[in-house]
C-alpha cells in the first residue's frame, strides 16, 4: 500500500476527531495531530482504534507510542501490514 | 452582608415534558409522562411501568457534538446537559468564547451514578478481555461528576465545579448549595440541579427491594398516587432539572428576568436513630429540617402559602404529612396547599428534587397549583389531618407567594428549601 493510498484512508479516521481546519485539509505526511490538527490528546488512541480497524492490524503500545504524526502513523501501519 | 439570591433560569428534562414550555403545560394540565416499558417486561421486573423522558437524537445533537456522541451512552449526562444548557440559556448568559474561564460562575449539579449503561458496557468489554480496545470515552461517561464536568466544559465556567450526591435529595440540596455559595459571596452566579440515568439497571436495585407498584403494568399513567388510599408503590423515572442561581445584585445589573428568591432552606440527616434506617425516615429529623428552613429563610410557617411535597406515592406518605402538620404547626383547613408532581412523572429519583423544585418555581412565576393526579381516593389517614380541599386535583389558580419544598433519601437525609415570588 502507497503512502497515498493509506493517508486517503487516515483522512476520514483522522476527520473524526480532529476540528475543521486548513491544516485538515490538507492533511499530509507532515501533519503532527496535536500541534496541527488540534486533536485532543485523550482521543489519539481512540484514532489508533479505528486505525487498527480499518486496516485489520494490532498495534502494540510501542509503536502506539510513536503515533504523533501522519508520517510515523504510516511507517506502524506499513510495518505491521507487512508482518501480516 | 450577605447577598440575595434569586432564580433567573430554568431547564427540564422530564418524563411528562422536555422544555420548560411543555414541562409548564404538562404540569397544568395533569399530563402524565409514565408508560409501559417493553424492556423492563422483557427482563420480567415486577413494576413494568417508568417515567422515561424521550429525547430523540436530532434534540442530542443540537446539545452534543458528532464526536461526543460517538460511543456515548449516559442517559444521566444526555439529561443533565440538556436541562443545564437550557437553563444558561433561559438567563440570558453567555457562552464563555475567550481563553478566561468565568471566575465567578460555577456549578453545584447533582447525580447518584453516571452513564450506568456505559458502565455495563465497559464491564462486559473488560471482562471479555479487550481492555485495549475499551477506548478513552468511559471515564468521562462514567465518573459521578461527568454531567458537570461536560457542562462547565460547554459554557467555560471558572468557580467551584461539583457533583453532590444525596440519594432523593440530590436536586434539592444542589439549590440549596448553590444558595450559601451565592450568599456568602464565593460565586455570583451558580448552575445547579441533578440528573438521574434511566433504564433497567438503575431501576432494578428498587424493583428488587419490591417498593415499586407492580399493580398497574396494564394503567401506566394511573401507577403513580402519592396521597392515595390504593398508592401501591412508587413507578420510578429519570430526566433532569436545572436552575441558573444569581445574586440579586449581579442579576439586577444585567436585567435578568427573576423567576423566584431562594430565602433559605436547611439540610440534614436523622442519623439512622429512633425509627430512621437506612430506607425510612427518622420523622424527628424531619420535622427539625422544616423548622430549621424556617428560622435559616426568616419565615413563619403562618405564611407558607404552598407545599411541594416529596411524596412518592407509598406507605410513607400519612407520615409525611403527619411530619409537616407538626413541623408547621398547622392542620385541618389551616395548612397550606399541597401537592405531589410524583404522581405525572414517577419517582425521578437523583433528579426529583431539582425536576419537582423546577415545577415549584413555575408555580410561583405563574400564580398556580399543579392539581394532584391519581388521589381522587385520598388516603383517610392523610384526610384525617389536613382537608382535602388542601390537596387540589385541579389546576387551581392562586397566588403564592411563599413556597416549602422538601425532598428525603435513603440514608435517612433531608433536604427542604423555601421560595418566594420576588419582590424588589
Not at chain 1, 60 to 70: P, Q, R
Not at chain 2, 262 to 282: D, E, F, K, V, Y
Request: contains cysteine; proline residues 3%.
Amino acid at each position: 500500500m502507497s503512502n497515498e493510498e493509506i493517508i486517503h484512508k487516515l483522512k476520514p479516521i483522522i476527520t473524526t476527531y480532529a476540528p475543521a481546519s486548513a491544516a485538515l485539509e490538507n492533511l499530509n505526511e507532515e501533519s503532527d495531530f496535536i500541534k496541527d490538527l488540534n486533536i485532543n490528546s485523550a482521543n489519539l488512541v481512540d484514532i489508533i482504534l479505528d486505525v487498527e480497524e480499518a486496516f485489520g492490524i494490532t498495534i502494540d503500545n510501542t509503536s502506539m507510542e510513536k503515533m504523533l504524526t501522519v508520517k510515523a502513523s504510516i511507517e506502524v501501519i506499513k510495518e505491521k501490514l507487512s508482518e501480516k | 452582608m450577605d447577598n440575595r439570591v434569586v432564580i433567573t433560569g430554568l431547564g427540564v428534562v422530564s418524563p411528562n415534558g422536555i422544555g420548560l414550555d411543555q414541562f409548564l403545560s404538562a404540569i397544568k394540565e395533569g399530563i402524565s409522562g409514565i408508560k409501559h416499558q417493553q424492556n423492563l417486561s422483557d427482563l420480567k421486573f415486577s413494576c413494568q411501568i417508568a417515567g422515561l423522558p424521550e429525547v430523540s437524537d436530532e434534540l442530542a445533537a443540537q446539545y452534543f457534538s458528532p464526536l461526543e456522541l460517538r460511543n456515548f451512552n449516559s442517559s444521566g449526562i444526555l439529561y443533565g446537559v440538556i436541562a443545564g444548557m437550557d437553563a444558561w440559556k433561559d438567563a440570558g448568559l453567555p457562552l464563555n468564547e475567550t481563553h478566561e474561564p468565568f471566575w465567578d460562575y460555577g456549578m453545584v449539579f447533582g447525580a447518584g451514578t453516571s452513564g450506568i449503561d456505559r458502565f455495563r458496557e465497559a464491564i462486559y468489554t473488560i471482562d471479555k478481555l479487550e481492555i485495549r480496545r475499551l477506548g478513552s470515552t468511559v471515564v468521562a461517561q462514567t465518573m459521578n461528576s461527568g454531567v458537570s464536568a461536560y457542562l462547565s466544559g460547554k459554557i467555560g465556567l471558572g468557580n467551584q465545579i461539583s457533583t453532590n450526591s444525596s440519594a432523593c435529595c440530590t436536586g434539592t440540596e444542589s439549590l440549596l448549595t448553590a444558595f450559601e455559595r451565592i450568599k456568602s459571596g464565593q460565586a455570583t452566579v451558580v448552575l445547579a440541579g441533578a440528573t438521574s440515568d434511566s433504564g433497567p439497571y438503575i431501576w432494578g436495585g428498587f424493583d428488587g427491594m419490591k417498593v415499586c407498584t407492580y399493580k398497574h403494568n396494564d394503567s401506566p399513567t394511573k401507577g403513580s398516587r402519592p396521597m392515595s388510599a390504593t398508592a401501591s408503590g412508587f413507578v420510578p423515572g429519570s430526566g433532569a432539572g436545572a436552575f441558573v442561581v444569581e445574586s440579586l445584585t449581579h442579576a439586577k445589573a444585567r436585567g435578568a428576568k427573576i423567576y423566584a428568591e431562594i430565602l433559605g432552606g436547611h439540610a440534614n440527616s436523622g442519623g439512622q436513630r429512633g425509627a430512621g434506617t437506612m430506607t425510612a425516615p427518622n420523622a424527628t429529623a424531619v420535622q427539625r429540617c422544616i423548622s430549621k428552613a424556617l428560622e435559616n429563610a426568616h419565615v413563619q410557617a403562618t405564611n407558607i402559602d404552598a407545599i411541594n411535597g416529596h411524596l412518592t406515592a407509598t406507605a410513607m406518605d400519612a407520615l409525611e404529612i403527619s411530619n409537616w402538620t407538626i413541623a408547621l404547626n398547622r392542620k385541618g383547613s389551616d395548612f397550606p396547599y399541597i401537592n405531589a408532581l410524583k404522581g405525572m412523572t414517577g419517582h425521578c429519583l437523583t433528579a426529583s428534587g431539582s425536576i419537582e423544585c423546577v415545577a415549584s418555581v413555575l408555580q410561583i412565576h405563574h400564580d398556580f397549583m399543579f392539581p394532584n393526579v391519581n388521589c381522587e381516593d385520598l388516603n383517610p389517614a392523610i384526610t384525617a389531618l389536613i382537608d382535602a380541599e388542601k390537596i387540589p386535583q385541579k389546576m387551581k389558580s392562586i397566588k403564592i407567594n411563599t413556597l416549602i419544598k422538601a425532598s428525603f433519601g435513603f440514608g435517612d437525609v433531608n433536604a427542604c428549601i423555601i421560595l418566594k415570588k420576588y419582590t424588589p
